[in-house]
């Protein structure tokens, strides 16, 4: 048996839209396989244990969350970056996601900075983003189902590499066509449903990376999967029968 060891950023911050949900899901698959998650909760002034977590994840939150979090994040920047640098995994949602980043721009006009651990940059628009989106990921040959709820606009710094390319929905801006943005093992995107529920394929790529972190380097087995892909086959439906974006 494997412990995967997950540091769990600000849950009792960065916690909309059920995204919990994700970490219950590596914990399944992972405990199935006979490997063991291990979630350790990193919030407010806690150290960021960069040589000993294999997984990072921060989930999404309001704009007075992501505030508040801010200056706490500042001081985990230079850790993260080590953690990342080193092939630890991170997966952040909605208002993590938009932290990643260099910045984020309030709808009151307020400058959030970021820790710049993805090439991008978010500004607040008037308009949210809501509904089902379907994304193509030609790096991994699979689909993304999601839900989708920001006012943000992130626009990603050019060459860098969204997470997906929008079939339905609006994604990072409502206009690129892209969804998300990937840099080695560091993932961020806007998609709630939670996540990985729907795509077990995404969620297993996280495992076996997070596993490869740990020191194990192996094919995880198979597993039926038959009500993840009923969920997301009634996801994707709902998301080409709602159309394209802005």
């Known amino acids: 048996m494997t412990v995967i060891r997950v540091g769990h950023l600000y849950p009792d911050y960065l916690n909309i839209y059920a995204d919990r949900g994700n970490i219950a899901v590596l914990a399944e698959r992972a405990r199935v396989r006979g490997h063991e998650l291990d979630v350790r909760p990193i919030g407010m002034g806690m150290d960021v244990p960069a040589e000993t977590i294999d997984l990072?994840?921060?989930?999404?939150?309001?704009?007075?969350?992501?505030?508040?979090?801010?200056?706490?994040?500042?001081?985990?920047?230079?850790?993260?970056?080590?953690?990342?640098?080193?092939?630890?995994v991170v997966l952040a949602v909605c208002g993590g996601y938009q932290l990643l980043g260099r910045s984020y721009r309030d709808v009151a006009g307020v400058e959030l900075p970021g820790i710049g651990l993805l090439p991008l940059h978010t500004v607040a628009g008037a308009r949210r983003m809501i509904g089902d989106v379907l994304l193509d990921c030609p790096w991994a040959g699979e689909t993304l189902a999601g839900f989708e709820n920001h006012a943000g606009r992130t626009l990603l710094d050019e060459g860098a590499e969204p997470l997906g390319r929008v079939i339905s929905g609006f994604g990072n801006d409502g206009a690129s066509g892209h969804e998300g943005c990937r840099a080695g093992r560091v993932y961020g995107t806007y998609l709630h449903g939670p996540l990985l529920p729907r795509n077990p394929w995404f969620a297993d790529r996280l495992l076996t990376e997070a596993l490869a972190h740990a020191g194990l380097y192996t094919e995880l087995a198979e597993l039926p999967d038959e009500l993840e892909r009923a969920a997301h086959a009634v996801s994707a439906d709902r998301a080409r029968r709602r159309g394209g974006r802005i």
């Open 56 to 88: 990072f994840y921060v989930g999404g939150g309001q704009d007075r969350d992501q505030a508040l979090v801010v200056p706490d994040l500042a001081a985990k920047s230079d850790a993260l970056h080590e953690a990342a640098a080193g092939g630890a």
